[in-house]
């Protein structure tokens, strides 16, 4: 029988702690609760983690997005759902570019929270099954990705990428020329629908010319189409789409 999946709260309203505490035990996670920034820290770098759910505003002297910013730069992916009465605009659009899932202002659907939470692990079950099954380590245009190690490399130098830059340079490499819209990039890599938050794709975007072109300004990896997306050329040289 496999082991129930982990999923850490880091929130400050009982309440609502409590309220999430007894809907995903009841659908068999194992359930920890942290009520401060600087504990749900020490937590989460504890390790073992199936899922992680963050307020924003935190006592103890660390908020949900400097803990979200930490949770990306560990080497397991953990799927994250960001809770938060800051509903504004700046504050969604900021915690996805820290690597956030998803995002649910509050008040919330307590049952919508856990059906997200359900279908990201869903999705971060399947997509590790696929890389495994995949086997073998691609290369293209100078650059190699392995997904069973989760690795990637640049003319033989390896790479420090976040799990969604790997995972957004691992879906490049196995579609390349093909153009893929900002908003397709959401579905196909984040696997959950985030209209409305496409600049997400350019900020990682940016982050992964940074680490793999050699000048990012004019890059010849993942180049921008106009007006359609971006798409990985097949040789480098091949220049910007205009």
């Known amino acids: 029988m496999e082991p129930a999946k982990k999923v850490l709260i880091v929130e400050d309203d009982m309440p609502i702690a409590d309220l999430l505490r007894m809907h995903l035990q009841d659908e068999g996670y194992q359930v920890t609760h ?40 560990m ?23 820290l690597g956030a899932d998803d995002y649910l202002p509050k008040p919330f659907s307590v049952l919508e929270l856990v059906a997200r939470v359900k ?13 495994a099954g995949e086997g073998g380590a691609l290369e293209l245009n100078g650059v190699r990705v392995d997904p069973i190690t989760r690795q990637a490399w640049v003319r033989g ?13 691992y879906f490049f ?9 900002r908003l397709d990039l959401l579905n196909q890599v984040w696997g959950y629908q985030h209209d409305g938050y496409e600049h997400t794709v350019n900020t990682h975007i940016n982050r992964l010319r940074a680490k793999i072109e050699a000048d990012p300004a004019e890059p010849t990896r993942i180049l ?11 040789g480098v040289g091949a220049g910007a789409s205009a």
Do not use: N
Not at 55 to 72: K, S
Not at 157 to 169: A, C, G, N, S
Not at 173 to 181: C, G, N
């Open 34 to 73: 942290c009520a401060d920034g600087a504990q749900g820290l020490a937590t989460l770098r504890a390790g073992g983690w199936d899922a992680l759910i963050l307020d924003i505003m935190l006592p103890g002297g660390v908020d949900g997005l400097e803990i979200c910013r930490q949770a990306r730069a």
């Open 224 to 234: 921008t189409v106009w007006g359609k997306g971006y798409r990985y050329a097949s």
């Open 173 to 181: 490499i196995k579609h390349p020329e093909k153009v893929f819209s």
């Open 157 to 169: 130098v390896l790479l420090d990428l976040t799990p969604r830059e790997f995972d957004l340079l």
């Open 75 to 97: 080497p397991t992916y953990i799927p994250i759902i960001i809770t938060s009465a800051r509903s504004s605009e700046v504050h969604r659009i900021l915690g996805l570019e």
């Open 119 to 131: 279908a990201l692990l869903r999705r971060a079950a399947a997509m590790s099954r696929s890389q």
